[in-house]
């Protein structure tokens, strides 16, 4: 058993693709291995890259991965690709490039699909990102298309997220306002080389003036000027810029204290959700598809209550509740 | 204890209003009631009408909700306030404006803030609506601002979903490209009479074309052809338009067995989340403060890890897991 997780902290990369399909799969054993990976974990900085759909956050992943690389650093990605109809294609060709640098030795990529459920890729993802963790990659870029509910789930994982947006995308403006505003740590313009990268920085200026003020009240939080970076990936122009604001974040989080605040949120997030999950399991177990089928057609013809059949279910596991 | 339940189905206003806030403080005996009055609910057509801020959602809500009244239904309606700062003062004046349809003894409005958890809205969102209901409120309206994860949870309450947009808000569209696409049964563009709306209803069409692809290909869903309405809610233009809509989709639903499917698929995920949220409550009672803060802290440390962590608490609360 130990095997594996040994050979993965010696630096054996055929045993960490291993273990990353271990956890993908949900097989048991992996959480046993995951537990003893957890105690070489924690030194990584974990960085998540989102934006909408035809931004260059592949593009610029690729470059930065070449740049880290520059500065010797031994670089994880977890690339989650949608399976939407609509982006699919798009994509694939970036993905494509971004493989090659998978020929470094020094450069650990692993692409995990959006299918399943929510709770499901951001406990995968934290789990392999766990593994490349232990294994001695840092830092670790999360790539995520930033606009389902899965994939916000999974930009909590990262310490550091960079919102990318591109010129004569005005349209994902919105978008970010709606909600990616909210993670975003560093923004970056790519293709700023094309016509409307001015306009895209003046907007985004614009929008982090207004955050600026809400964050300023908030006494709570220490500050952090969120910059707005430009990069012209083809160019290679803007990347060490990228590189370096990633490295001021992360000495923020240390200095105020925030990395510690996020490592012990997430935790008890995490230790919540596994629970959860096992909750999950055991109903399957101690319900079978017939039953569950009888139970919810009762409710829907209104013979039964959701109440008191959630009641039994929860008798039926043991669940001990306060009395 | 009946007596409440007993007002609320006897048409008594003043029990619904307490009842629902029974609801929303989470009140224990809410539960029982809540029991009680699943048996009586069922037959109001639930309607959830989403959209960016400024498309002029309340506006709309308002207009619908009078030519309900002159096809004589009582009418119900929940309306989700964001807290988020951005928005606020926007949204209050068009409130405002809705509130003074509650004049209306036919009428019932009432109004919930988005903060608090994900889960916790969308539970007391149902629940509100179950509470409608079953006092005879036919349709029941649920108005959100379709931007965040946690109101995308409260439209899976609604049977039908209205997705609206305005002209000159092209930025929206990339936004609903992202996921409202998904949930939408009807378009609706407000606003018609403003520049710009006949490029938004073009830009619709296109999105749609694509879906339409998507949603035949999928051979297992029956095919509802999603129209695009355009609204001048200040001239009442387009007003009937919508409601017929509604009703065709309420129609459609019934006649293709998806009610019934949608209706088994809620009540299977409320029952879960039922149980989830009682596991959640054993768990905090079972573990206090300072108990969780030294569970997190230990892990944090890498002392121990969170899968051993979660094992515990499952026994802790007396999980009976598959073996």
């Given at each position: 058993?130990?095997?594996?997780?040994?050979?993965?902290?010696?630096?054996?990369?055929?045993?960490?693709?291993?273990?990353?399909?271990?956890?993908?799969?949900?097989?048991?054993?992996?959480?046993?291995?995951?537990?003893?990976?957890h105690?070489?974990?924690?030194?990584?900085?974990?960085v998540?890259?989102?934006?909408?759909?035809?931004?260059?956050?592949s593009?610029?992943?690729?470059?930065?991965?070449?740049?880290?690389?520059?500065?010797?650093?031994?670089?994880?990605?977890?690339?989650?690709?949608?399976?939407?109809?609509?982006?699919?294609?798009?994509?694939?060709?970036?993905?494509?490039?971004?493989?090659?640098?998978?020929?470094?030795?020094?450069?650990?990529?692993?692409?995990?699909?959006?299918?399943?459920?929510?709770?499901?890729?951001?406990?995968?993802?934290?789990?392999?990102?766990?593994?490349?963790?232990?294994?001695?990659?840092?830092?670790?870029?999360?790539?995520?298309?930033?606009?389902?509910?899965?994939?916000?789930?999974v930009?909590?994982?990262?310490?550091?997220?960079?919102?990318?947006?591109?010129?004569?995308?005005?349209?994902?403006?919105?978008a970010?306002?709606?909600?990616?505003?909210?993670?975003?740590?560093?923004?970056?313009?790519?293709?700023?080389?094309?016509?409307?990268?001015?306009?895209t920085?003046?907007?985004?200026?614009?929008?982090?003036?207004?955050?600026?003020?809400?964050?300023?009240?908030?006494?709570?939080?220490?500050?952090?000027?969120?910059?707005?970076?430009?990069?012209?990936a083809?160019?290679?122009?803007?990347?060490p810029?990228?590189?370096?604001?990633?490295?001021?974040?992360?000495?923020?989080?240390?200095?105020?204290?925030?990395?510690?605040?996020?490592?012990?949120?997430?935790?008890?997030?995490?230790?919540?959700?596994?629970?959860?999950?096992?909750?999950?399991?055991?109903?399957?177990?101690?319900?079978?598809?017939?039953?569950?089928?009888?139970?919810?057609?009762?409710?829907?013809?209104?013979?039964?209550?959701?109440?008191?059949?959630?009641?039994?279910?929860?008798?039926?596991?043991?669940?001990?509740?306060?009395?």
């Amino acid at each position: 058993m130990e095997n594996i997780v040994e050979r993965m902290l010696s630096g054996d990369r055929r045993a960490l693709a291993r273990m990353v399909t271990l956890i993908e799969n949900e097989v048991p054993a992996a959480r046993r291995y995951l537990a003893e990976l957890h105690h070489h974990a924690g030194r990584a900085h974990i960085v998540g890259v989102t934006g909408a759909p035809g931004a260059g956050k592949s593009t610029l992943v690729t470059h930065l991965v070449r740049e880290l690389r520059r500065r010797d650093a031994k670089v994880g990605v977890v690339a989650i690709d949608p399976t939407s109809p609509f982006t699919g294609g798009a994509i694939l060709g970036d993905r494509i490039r971004m493989m090659e640098l998978s020929g470094d030795p020094q450069v650990f990529i692993r692409s995990m699909a959006s299918r399943g459920n929510l709770g499901g890729l951001a406990a995968s993802t934290r789990d392999v990102v766990r593994a490349m963790d232990a294994a001695g990659y840092n830092p670790i870029i999360i790539e995520t298309v930033g606009t389902g509910q899965a994939e916000v789930e999974v930009m909590r994982t990262a310490q550091s997220v960079l919102v990318v947006s591109a010129p004569g995308m005005g349209d994902d403006i919105q978008a970010i306002k709606a909600g990616i505003l909210e993670i975003a740590d560093i923004f970056v313009v790519t293709k700023a080389d094309k016509p409307g990268a001015d306009q895209t920085l003046a907007e985004l200026a614009m929008l982090l003036s207004l955050d600026s003020t809400r964050r300023l009240h908030d006494k709570s939080l220490p500050y952090w000027r969120i910059p707005v970076l430009k990069t012209a990936a083809i160019k290679d122009q803007g990347i060490p810029q990228v590189i370096d604001a990633m490295q001021q974040h992360y000495d923020y989080l240390v200095e105020s204290g925030m990395l510690a605040n996020r490592a012990q949120r997430q935790v008890r997030s995490e230790i919540q959700a596994l629970v959860l999950h096992a909750v999950v399991n055991a109903l399957k177990a101690k319900t079978t598809d017939d039953e569950w089928q009888k139970l919810v057609e009762d409710v829907t013809s209104r013979e039964r209550d959701p109440y008191s059949v959630a009641s039994e279910l929860e008798e039926r596991i043991g669940l001990r509740l306060p009395s």
